[in-house]
């Protein structure tokens, strides 16, 4: 082996080396991040105020406003976990975004109590085995699924102009539409995942753990909301 191909596979070595690393970062943000999701809903479900905050969060329109709160928080913290310059300012975009599911969260997670309170443990359960085997799924077959970013673009506003309708004029959305919306989640965990492999650059570890935790939380909700509407 000459000098060219030393180096040539030293090289190879190094960038597989700082891809292993960057995906070990970025899994092990994700579960820091969702073990402050726990801790963050454990306070909250105790807490009296956020439990009658959570109640004026769903009263008349007030559920519309809190969305788009909600989409305009979630647009400052990737905003901030994608900044190059600041780690600092990642983190901080990764836990704002951590808080603001928590709050969002509350109501369903106290309707669910209310009613069953063991669609909790079974939504858990169900959205790791089906995020988890998607996730295996992409790493195994090494696709490359970015084309599904306008899918989820589209889907995203489509969803957004239904429940907004919904909330309007005052339409139920039946098992079907959450249904729709897990299918709808498990593409975006997906296309998130892909992306871990294929499309961040290695310092963007904290943006790609943000990204995958709001796929899978968007799963953990529907799953929950399908469970909770087919014990009605």
């Known amino acids: 082996m000459n000098e060219n191909e030393i180096y040539q596979s030293q ?11 960057f995906i070990r970062k970025t899994y092990l943000n994700l579960a820091f991040a969702f073990l402050a999701f726990i801790a963050c809903e454990a306070f909250l479900l105790s807490w009296q105020p956020a ?31 994608l900044n190059p310059y600041s780690l600092g300012k990642q983190y901080a975009g990764l836990y704002l ?5 928590s709050v969002i969260f509350l109501p369903i997670l106290l ?3 209310a009613i069953a309170p ?4 079974q939504a858990a359960i169900l959205t790791a085995a089906l995020s988890g085997g998607i996730s295996v799924y992409a790493f195994i077959s090494g696709k490359n699924f970015s084309y599904l970013g306008s ?3 589209m889907g995203f506003f489509v969803s957004l ?4 309708c ?20 498990g593409i975006a965990v997906l296309y998130q995942t892909s992306a871990i492999i294929h499309q961040y650059d290695n310092s963007q570890y904290v943006a790609a753990a943000l990204g995958l935790f709001s796929a899978i939380a968007l799963m953990f909700w529907y799953i929950l909301q399908f469970l909770i509407s087919s014990r009605r």
Not at 55 to 63: P, Q, T
Not at 97 to 101: D, M, P, R
Not at 166 to 185: K, R, T
């Open 111 to 113: 309707l669910a109590e």
């Open 51 to 81: 439990v009658e905050l959570a109640a004026k969060m769903v009263s008349g329109n007030n559920w519309l406003i809190v969305l788009l709160a909600f989409m305009g928080v979630s647009w400052l913290a990737s905003s901030w976990a």
């Open 97 to 101: 975004y951590v808080i603001a599911e």
């Open 11 to 21: 090289y190879a070595y190094a960038t597989v080396s700082e891809r292993s690393q």
């Open 161 to 164: 102009g239904i429940i907004v």
């Open 166 to 185: 919904a909330l309007l004029f005052g339409l139920q959305l039946g098992l079907w539409f959450s249904g729709a919306m897990i299918i709808f989640a």
């Open 151 to 153: 899918f989820i673009t």
């Open 118 to 121: 063991d669609a909790i443990p």
